[in-house]
Every structure is written in C-alpha cells, then in structure tokens.
C-alpha cells in the first residue's frame, strides 16, 4: 500500500473547525495531500446521511471539526453531531467495516495545529487500514 | 401513533441476498415520526446496504421512494412504475404498509425492514412509549384518560397489584404503576369514587383480537 493516499472528507463548523484549518493554512502547516473540506454553518448541519454518503461514494476516511462541547454558538450543534456520529459507528460496525474511519475532533477557532495534527494522524490511521472497501466507484 | 424500529441490518441482507436491484419504500407518516421508516432512514438503510453489499463484493442496486403513507391503496400505487424496473421490495413502513403493497403487488416479494412495536406517544426527542393496545372497547372514561390494557403490566382493570411499590410497577422497575398513576389522576379531578366501581371483566372473544380478524364496515362511506 506504499501509493495509498487515503482521502479524507472533513467537514468544518464554521465556528471552530473552518478558521481553524484557514489559520492551519496560514501558518503553512503541513496537512495530508487528500483532504476534502466541507464547510458547515454548525456541526448540527452535519446529518448522518452526510457520514455514511461520504463513505459511500469515495472516502476513506471522515472527519467532523466540531466545537468544544457546552461551546456551540446554537446550543447543542455539537452534540447532535456527536449523536449521530454514534449512529453511522453503528451502522458501520454491523456492515463490519471499522468505525475508527470516522471521527469527531473538538477544537476552537485558533486550534490550527490541532487541525492538522489530527488530519496528519487520521491519514496515517487510515494508510495503515487500507483503502474503504466499500467505497462504490 | 404506530411506532417501529428497524430491524438488524444482518437479518436485512439475508432477506435481500439473492437480489441485485431492489426498491426500498419507506413511508411519510407514523414511522417518519418515529424515525424507524421515513426519508430519512430510507436514506441511510439504503446506503448502508450498498456499502455492506459492496464489500463483500455483491453489489446491489437499491431505488429508494417515500410515498407518503404506504398504507393508503392512492399512495401506494405510486409506486407502480418504479416496482416494475426492481427484484424484491424491502418496506420500512409499518406491517399495514408491507401487506399493502403485498395487496397491490401479488407478484414480487416484499419484505419487511421495521419490527411494528407498539401505539404509542412520544415521551421526549428519541423516546416513545406504548399507550394503546386497541383492544377494541375503550375503558379510558373509567380510568381517568390512562390505559391499564397498555400500561399495567398485567392488564388489571381493578388495580392496584400487590406489586406497586412507591409509585414504580413490580414487573419493569423503572414503569411507573399504572393504578397508582390513575389514583393519582382521579385525586386531581376528584373523581376518586370512580375506584371503588368495579370495572367488569372485558369481553376479549368478542371487541378483541381473540375473536379473529378485525374489520370496520361503515357502509356511508362506501362509493
């Protein structure tokens, strides 16, 4: 699997995780070649159909940049995004696929290195597990 | 309202695993309210299947639709033209849904993707609980508007049990007793007197299940 660069969609909460990975590009951060970022207005736009569909048609790997919890701008944003994240880990456990291919990352809005940080360790995770086979081309 | 939950995704794929292209119909009414059966979950079940199917390297072709309430012969029908182009069809309505269009539909099999639990009210966002058995002669009036068919334990018409204990059933700890909750009902509306009339035993072979398949004729109606 030496050319395997596996791909990550990363969706952003316009509150935290979006100027997060604009500040994680100004400081020029190193951030793996095969992300693609998806910016919300709140993690609670994130729908699990979201997760699984990204899966679906070609990711490898998802990422949700979402608030500190008790720090969203709507409330519970969050927290509805951390639910159903544990439904798409269900469902992605009894289609038996492993559920460490999505995962939520709490950050605030000058957490850049902690954005590309957390891409750079999701990129190697996932280069270790191989490419998503059920990813439908 | 009806309230469902999906079944296991396993025992889905092994209804489905001799197909290839199959329709999945979820349904826009109870069980959209109940998230078990609505766009939404139709969305997701229908992705999940994929992906499972995909892996394992048999992929399958799911058509997805929503009609807004599969157990209406008008809504169901829309369903017609896209049935004809599919394999099986895997119904994530309720069980009236599925043999509705088991009715319509006499040549292609249909399988259920929902387990039908119970009538019941929604408690709060993501909870529901039983509140009607439809046992066919309503003793609400007599009870102060809380069902003991559905919410004792042991279906007392003239309760308490011996079995309730500070307000909490015997049977499910964490239900509360039904007559305790209709004692303190019929306190609040001063009606307490209604407790001590005896609530005659129902006629279960006649208003119930027991007598056989339930019909309502109401010959007004009829065109």
């Given at each position: 699997?030496?050319?395997?660069?596996?791909?990550?969609?990363?969706?952003?909460?316009?509150?935290?995780?979006?100027?997060?990975?604009?500040?994680?590009?100004?400081?020029?951060?190193?951030?793996?070649?095969?992300?693609?970022?998806?910016?919300?207005?709140?993690?609670?736009?994130?729908?699990?159909?979201?997760?699984?569909?990204?899966?679906?048609?070609?990711?490898?790997?998802?990422?949700?940049?979402?608030?500190?919890?008790?720090?969203?701008?709507?409330?519970?944003?969050?927290?509805?995004?951390?639910?159903?994240?544990?439904?798409?880990?269900?469902?992605?456990?009894?289609?038996?696929?492993?559920?460490?291919?999505?995962?939520?990352?709490?950050?605030?809005?000058?957490?850049?290195?902690?954005?590309?940080?957390?891409?750079?360790?999701?990129?190697?995770?996932?280069?270790?597990?191989?490419?998503?086979?059920?990813?439908?081309? | 309202?009806?309230?469902?939950?999906?079944?296991?995704?396993?025992?889905?794929?092994?209804?489905?695993?001799?197909?290839?292209?199959?329709?999945?119909?979820?349904?826009?009414?109870?069980?959209?309210?109940?998230?078990?059966?609505?766009?939404?979950?139709?969305?997701?079940?229908?992705?999940?299947?994929?992906?499972?199917?995909?892996?394992?390297?048999?992929?399958?072709?799911?058509?997805?639709?929503?009609?807004?309430?599969?157990?209406?012969?008008?809504?169901?029908?829309?369903?017609?033209?896209?049935?004809?182009?599919?394999?099986?069809?895997?119904?994530?309505?309720?069980?009236?849904?599925?043999?509705?269009?088991?009715?319509?539909?006499?040549?292609?099999?249909?399988?259920?993707?929902?387990?039908?639990?119970?009538?019941?009210?929604?408690?709060?966002?993501?909870?529901?609980?039983?509140?009607?058995?439809?046992c066919g002669n309503?003793v609400?009036?007599k009870?102060?508007?809380?069902?003991p068919i559905?919410?004792?334990?042991k279906q007392l018409l003239n309760g308490?049990?011996?079995?309730?204990?500070?307000?909490?059933?015997?049977?499910?700890?964490?239900?509360?007793?039904?007559?305790?909750?209709?004692?303190?009902?019929?306190?609040?509306?001063?009606?307490?007197?209604?407790?001590?009339e005896i609530i005659p035993a129902k006629q279960w072979g006649v208003e119930s299940?027991d007598?056989?398949?339930?019909?309502?004729?109401?010959?007004?109606?009829?065109?």
């Amino acid at each position: 699997m030496v050319n395997f660069d596996p791909k990550i969609v990363a969706f952003c909460c316009d509150q935290s995780g979006y100027p997060a990975a604009d500040m994680a590009g100004t400081l020029k951060l190193k951030l793996p070649k095969n992300v693609e970022i998806v910016r919300v207005p709140c993690a609670g736009r994130i729908e699990t159909i979201y997760l699984l569909k990204a899966l679906e048609k070609g990711a490898d790997g998802v990422l949700l940049f979402a608030c500190y919890e008790e720090n969203c701008q709507f409330l519970r944003g969050n927290l509805r995004a951390k639910g159903r994240l544990s439904y798409a880990h269900r469902m992605l456990e009894k289609i038996g696929l492993e559920k460490e291919r999505i995962e939520i990352c709490h950050l605030a809005t000058n957490s850049g290195a902690k954005l590309a940080e957390t891409l750079r360790r999701k990129s190697e995770q996932l280069k270790k597990m191989g490419p998503n086979p059920a990813k439908i081309s | 309202m009806i309230k469902a939950e999906q079944k296991p995704i396993d025992e889905i794929l092994k209804y489905l695993d001799p197909y290839n292209k199959i329709l999945l119909s979820g349904c826009g009414a109870c069980v959209t309210v109940c998230h078990a059966g609505g766009e939404k979950e139709v969305g997701l079940l229908a992705s999940g299947l994929r992906m499972a199917r995909q892996k394992i390297g048999k992929k399958i072709e799911v058509l997805e639709i929503t009609p807004t309430r599969q157990c209406e012969p008008e809504f169901a029908l829309e369903l017609s033209e896209t049935i004809e182009k599919v394999e099986a069809v895997l119904s994530i309505a309720c069980g009236v849904g599925v043999q509705t269009l088991v009715r319509h539909f006499p040549k292609i099999p249909i399988f259920p993707g929902v387990n039908t639990s119970f009538l019941g009210e929604t408690i709060t966002q993501g909870v529901w609980e039983e509140r009607c058995q439809a046992c066919g002669n309503c003793v609400l009036e007599k009870t102060g508007g809380i069902c003991p068919i559905s919410r004792c334990a042991k279906q007392l018409l003239n309760g308490p049990c011996g079995g309730s204990s500070k307000g909490k059933c015997e049977i499910k700890k964490e239900a509360d007793c039904a007559w305790q909750l209709i004692y303190d009902r019929l306190k609040t509306l001063n009606q307490l007197y209604k407790m001590e009339e005896i609530i005659p035993a129902k006629q279960w072979g006649v208003e119930s299940r027991d007598s056989g398949l339930r019909r309502i004729v109401r010959e007004d109606l009829k065109v």
